[in-house]
C-alpha cells in the first residue's frame, strides 16, 4: 500500500472552489506503466508522483486522465504546498518541460512558468460578457478543449474563465494554473482569474523574460491508503 494525498488548489476567497489534486509522494513505490490507468480510475483532473526529493528540488510527473503533461498549473502548485507541509519544503520543481521555481508568500503558494509548455493545449477564446461564459455548456469528451473567458473588471484586472478540457479527458476543469499562465502572457498584465464554482488564481506576467507568476491558496482533503497498481486493487482504488 501507499499513500494518496488529495488537497484543493486555487482555493476561492469564501472558501469554495479549489481543484482536487491527487499526489502520491512515494512516487517510484508505483511503476511508470500503471500511471495511467490510475490517473483515469482516480479522475482528478490531475495526477502527481513525486519520484524525487533532493535538497530544494523535487522531480514530478504528471497525468490527467488521458495523458501525461509536460506541465501544468495546479499540480506543481499543489505539490509544492503539500512538500512544504510535509517538511520537505523545495525551491524548484523539475517537470518534462524544464524547471518550475516555486515559493510561499502569506497563505499562497506561487510557481513560475512558460506560456509555451501549454503546448497548444490552451487557446483562450474572449465573450463579451461573463454571463455568456456562465452560459456555456461543456462538449462531449474529446471534443477540441474551449478556455472561455471575459473580463469581470477590466481596469481591476479581473476576470472570469471556464475551460471545458474535453480534450484531455476532463469535461470541465475547475481551476486551471496552465491557462493562467498563458493569459498572463497573453495579457501582459496582472490578472486575478475567478473560474468554475469559486476558484481563485492570482497572475503576475514577467514580460521582460517571457515567465508568468501563478498562485492561489491550497487546503488538504484527505489521505487514502492505496494498493499500488491495477492488478493488486483488482481495479478498485
Known amino acids: 500500500m501507499t499513500e494518496l494525498r488529495v488537497i484543493r488548489v486555487f482555493l476561492g476567497p469564501d472558501g469554495r472552489g479549489g481543484n482536487p489534486l491527487g499526489v502520491f509522494l512515494d512516487g517510484p513505490s508505483i511503476p511508470e506503466g500503471d500511471r495511467q490507468p490510475i490517473a483515469a480510475e482516480l479522475g482528478f483532473s490531475e495526477t502527481v508522483w513525486v519520484d524525487a526529493v533532493e535538497g530544494r528540488r523535487a522531480t514530478i510527473r504528471i497525468h490527467t486522465p488521458t495523458i501525461e503533461m509536460v506541465f501544468a498549473g495546479h499540480p506543481t502548485v499543489g505539490t509544492s504546498w503539500l512538500l512544504r507541509e510535509t517538511g520537505r519544503p523545495v525551491d524548484v520543481l523539475h517537470v ?12 499562497r503558494t506561487w510557481i513560475r512558468a512558460r506560456a509555451a509548455w501549454a503546448n497548444g493545449l490552451i487557446e483562450p477564446r474572449q465573450f463579451a460578457t461573463p454571463a455568456e461564459v456562465d452560459a456555456l455548456q461543456p462538449g462531449r469528451m474529446g471534443d477540441p478543449g474551449l478556455y472561455a473567458w471575459a473580463w469581470e ?14 480534450n484531455v479527458g476532463i469535461l470541465e476543469d475547475e481551476a486551471t494554473g496552465l491557462g493562467a499562465v498563458v493569459m498572463g502572457d497573453l495579457l501582459g498584465r496582472s490578472l486575478t482569474i475567478r473560474q468554475g464554482v469559486g476558484s481563485e488564481i492570482l497572475v503576475a506576467p514577467h514580460p521582460e523574460t517571457g515567465f508568468v507568476d ?3 491558496r491550497v487546503v488538504p482533503m484527505e489521505v487514502r491508503d492505496y494498493a499500488a497498481g491495477p492488478t493488486a486493487r483488482g481495479n478498485h482504488p
Open 96 to 107: 518534462p518541460a524544464g524547471d518550475v521555481a516555486t515559493w510561499s508568500d502569506g497563505d
Open 153 to 166: 473588471d477590466e481596469a481591476a484586472g479581473q476576470v472570469r474563465v471556464r475551460f471545458f478540457a474535453t
Open 214 to 216: 501563478i498562485g492561489g
